[in-house]
């Protein structure tokens, strides 16, 4: 038995891990690569490939075009916004879920994951209906002359919509298993319920909300069905760019939709790789790492 | 109890009391009570320096300490819990005692006004509760702290407290020393609870103590009728078969245990087994048929 002291170096190791009293790394490892370069990899490399028909000079064409620029503005500004809302209200969803005993709770808790369920284009169209200048939440913010509807602040709440149930699944188990007595021992140390819950449980919490962080931008990042609804979809102003990749496809532009596909795909690698770098920071500093 | 005293709990009734001044309602935060839990609670994504600092670090900055002091302080209490050399740690990295020295060093840097432990050594491997039993008295006489320990280990708290208060379905049974607590028990819960004592049910009549098919003659001053008798190990000796007022048992079994040996004896059909005490030196046979002397009869109406 070694002890496990975690090293100041990087968190990762390239060295084949000993053989120990739980076998099984070379078969497990094995299929986990088959099948991720079935279903991931491989499709990808061919989505480079279609795009790299077109040299990398015109992958920089198509993707630095004025409206294409935009677009990926729309989407990764949006997402990223969404993603942070959502983390905070994600949060407090999967608070009162695991902190509060109330009638109705089990509902609730089910209602979370109907974000999932529902084919996204039909949340679309019922958001664009609530939030359109005649409807029901629209018709409350028309008098200030605020649209929410057909414009990025459409696109914006859709994303929220479909982006909450990441952060709540993923924050409410480590909720659950948080021990109600550090809590306690906070309070008697003195300190304020905002001390305890900024100095204690966030940073308990911190693993679990980067990653539905990270699952919320992204499934935001590649959501079509229901923002097109609700976006109004006009060029330079709430055109995101999945819709540009679909108009490309329509033109039969394969190569154009692939530059447009793959310049979305080297965002969204790095930022998910910055949010995992994080993560694995902050859980090295719960020393489980 | 604790969680009362420490605010975590709203009573049902009654008062709190801290030095004549009424604490029921006070938040906990301003209790000032250092709480040591028995699995530690500690911040697991602080190091042991970070942790001890906390109840400092979070008070509002008028009554905060600068952060020198503060480091001053830490180092102090390291020194104290004996950890001095372990102050980057995280406490994933700490032995369990190591750990719950962590969190008494955490509780004292508040200068608590009462110091509350749950079990605090529940967790740990006998050795290891001794040499922090004997640790914690002697911190405790050095800084004098009032000091509440909550234990189901009557040894642990005989030996630690100046008074014990001994509870029964959220009741006190009795509070005094250790030594009223073993000597005089209070009520027949008492009485069966301290000092491994067995409970046999006798009948009383005036001067005559029947335990099953046998009698004795006592003074006992209670009423007659059935009642209870409390045997501890200690309480009955093996006689030579003269004289009267004798017992007479089986021997059922004999076991080793530390120093002394320990003779399991049947005083009839149908009663419960009475231990008594025997040096290494001597022994029995199981089987065999000897005589008693009941030393201190303690008697409780039942």
Redesign the interface.
Known sequence: MS?A?PSRGLPWTLAIPKPSAMPGFGITFGFALTYLSLIVLIPLAVLVARASGLGFDGIWRVATTPRVLAALEVSFVTSALAALVNAVFGMIVAWVLTRYRFPGRQVLDAAVDLPFALPTAVAGIALAALYAPNGWIGALFQPWGIRIAYTPLGIFIALVFIGLPFVVRTVQPVLQDF?R??E?????????RR?TFL??VL??LSPALLTGIALAFARAVGEYGSVIFIAGNMPFKSEIAPLLIVAKLEEYDYAGASAIATVMLAISFAALLAINLLQALSRR????A | MLRLV???EIPTGGRLLFDGEDATHLP????????V?Q?Y?????FDVADNIA??LR??PRRSRPSSTEIRRRVAELLELVQLSGLARR????LSGGQRQRV?LA??L??EPRVLLLDEPFGALDAQVRRDLRRWLRDLHDRTGHTTLFVTHDQEEALELADRVAILSKGRIEQIGTPDEVLDQPATAFVAGFIGEAVRLPVELAERTLRIGEQAIVIEHGLPAGAAALFIRPSDLTLAEPIGRNLLTGTVVSVRRRGPARRVELSLGDGLPTVEIELSAGRTARKGQAVHLRLLTPRLFPS
Do not use: N, W
């Open positions: 002890v002291v021990d007595e550090i306690e021992a906070s309070a008697t140390l003195g300190a304020t001390q100095r204690v940073p308990a500093r719960l020393g489980d | 420490a605010g975590l906990v935060r301003e209790r000032r009570v250092g709480f839990f699995h609670a500690l911040f697991k994504h906390y109840g979070v008070r995280l406490p994933a990295q969190a955490r509780a840097a508040v």
